[in-house]
Antibody, heavy 125, light 108 residues
Framework: QVQLQQWGAGLLKPSETLSLTCAVYGGSFSGYYWSWIRQPPGKGLEWIGEINHSGSTNYNPSLKSRLLISVDASKNHFSLELSSVTAADTAVYYC???????????????????WGQGTTVTVSS | SFELTQPPSVSVSPGQTARITCSGDALSEQYAYWYHQKPGQAPVLVIFKDSERPSGIPERFSGSSSGTTVTLTISGVQAEDEADYYCQSADSSGSYALFGGGTKLTVL
């Protein structure tokens, strides 16, 4: 049974860099795509980006210029850095994992079936 | 641009059938995934690949797809099904994912 534990700073000032890490326990680290999702207060879910065990990434185009998602497969960790934050980045941030199967020319994706506990990040001066 | 459109709210009485739709051009080429989220909790996957149900999800949850619209159906709705429901898919090239705006299911 895969479980996720996430951590990082919860209070930032405008222009600082948001940094979160998610640790993966149990299961196959290489058998998942690892994602970050956020949810502003009272609003819906926003997909931020994803990474696999070898470091291949996909990013939300609206955040791409400020975003870095990285992986440390030796520690079964993956991380999020979002630079130049503003109040609009205030949200609960979740890490999540989607099991995948690597086929010849594509990746078979089974949806995000494991989630972290969420981290509340507030950006305020 | 790629968008997924859901109704903001759906209301049903206990025991009735709830249907929540999600529309978007890319849905004709990409699978949809459905999540429910209760207040203060992380989302939970209830349907993957349009119509597959993860283990542990009750049989009353089902999904279907037709053209550019996918539908989550909850048969015999129970009070515990009251939650926000989100569809998720990918752009036509599979380069990035997107969530719909969410639908609040109210059990009257």
């Amino acid at each position: 049974q895969v479980q996720l534990q996430q951590w990082g700073a919860g209070l930032l000032k405008p222009s600082e860099t948001l940094s979160l890490t998610c640790a993966v326990y149990g299961g196959s680290f290489s058998g998942y795509y690892w994602s970050w999702i956020r949810q502003p207060p009272g609003k819906g879910l926003e997909w931020i980006g994803e990474i696999n065990h070898s470091g291949s990434t996909n990013y939300n185009p609206s955040l791409k210029s400020r975003l870095l998602i990285s992986v440390d497969a030796s520690k079964n960790h993956f991380s999020l850095e979002l630079s130049s934050v503003t109040a609009a980045d205030t949200a609960v941030y979740y890490c999540a994992g989607a099991p995948v199967l690597y086929l010849l020319q594509t990746v078979d994706y089974f949806g995000m079936d494991v989630w972290g506990q969420g981290t509340t990040v507030t950006v305020s001066s | 641009s790629f968008e997924l459109t859901q109704p903001p709210s759906v209301s049903v009485s206990p025991g009735q059938t709830a249907r929540i739709t999600c529309s978007g051009d890319a849905l004709s080429e990409q699978y949809a995934y459905w999540y429910h989220q209760k207040p203060g909790q992380a989302p939970v996957l209830v349907i993957f690949k349009d119509s597959e149900r993860p283990s542990g999800i009750p049989e009353r949850f089902s999904g279907s797809s037709s053209g550019t619209t996918v539908t989550l159906t909850i048969s015999g709705v129970q009070a515990e099904d009251e939650a926000d429901y989100y569809c998720q898919s990918a752009d036509s090239s599979g380069s990035y994912a997107l969530f719909g705006g969410g639908t609040k299911l109210t059990v009257l």
